[in-house]
């Protein structure tokens, strides 16, 4: 800021050559050129004069962005890298500015009116309109902590600027007092050119409403075909994870019914081993009474034979 001061000097110094080219009596062919030279250096004079007399409430680095004048959708950077981003206070106006500046050249020199508003559209992403520039200003942030700072300010500003409005047509009202007219004819001229004025103000403070909300419904209508256009391969890639989770869904269900099946058979198998086992233990008891019973049988024939003998 203190080198775009000291460069002031050196800038109206070209506006002085400029100014004694122009007062020349012969004009040149290269008239209009030191002409759009001095318009240029004055603008540029201008700003920075107000630059000097302004003071930083706020400052934080972002990615600067306006909307393409041609197609009203698409954002176009203004520099490579982020820039520093300033709120500014101009006490002897009492006016607000939003101003970033690359080397020389103003990015953003916005004037905050009550009527304008900071959108989030992402986590690190705002904008806002400036009916006055004709345009779309967009901030791009390293962080969403730096957005929230960002547009808590901007409301803080924006606030500070409406109570400034009120209280500079109160100073209005309080230093001119309404004149002790007794002309009932001329009382009534400036009371309908009172509220003639009044009406237009009120309409052009819509109006600059209106195109306000306008860029911000055309830069929503960008960001949301940007955001289609981003997440239609994302889309497509959903369905096709739906589609694969429905099949694995049913597989699960298949396998749930065939476990269930494998639990029913081996429960059966248990079942008819628990009774093959029992059948067996049936069969060896009867073994082991009939190996008693040809026992006692063979004893039996052995004591006849011996009977018979003696006989």
Known sequence: MHGLCMSLGRK????????????????????????????????????VQRQCREQPIFSTRAHVFQIDPATKRNWIPASKHALTVSYFYDATRNVYRIISVGGTKAIINSTITPNMTFTKTSQKFGQWADSRANTVYGLGFASEQHLSQFAEKFQ?????????????QDKTELTNPALNITSHQVAELELQKAHDSSSEGSKEELNQTLEELELLIKAKDEEIQQLKSQKSGQWEAEGEREEMLQKLQELEGRNAELERRVHVAEQTLAEQLAER???????????????????????????????????
């Open 156 to 168: 803080e500003v924006k606030e500070a600027a409406r109570l400034a409005r009120e209280k500079s």
């Open 12 to 47: 109206r110094h070209v506006e002085g050559e400029a100014l004694s080219v122009l007062k020349s009596p012969t004009p040149s062919p290269s008239h209009s050129l030191v002409r759009s030279a001095k318009s240029q250096t004055l603008q540029e004079g201008e700003l």
């Open 277 to 311: 086992e029992k059948m067996q233990g049936e069969v060896t008891r009867v073994g082991e009474l009939m190996d008693v019973k040809i026992f006692e049988l063979s004893e039996l024939r052995r004591g006849l034979a011996k009977l018979v003998e003696s006989n």
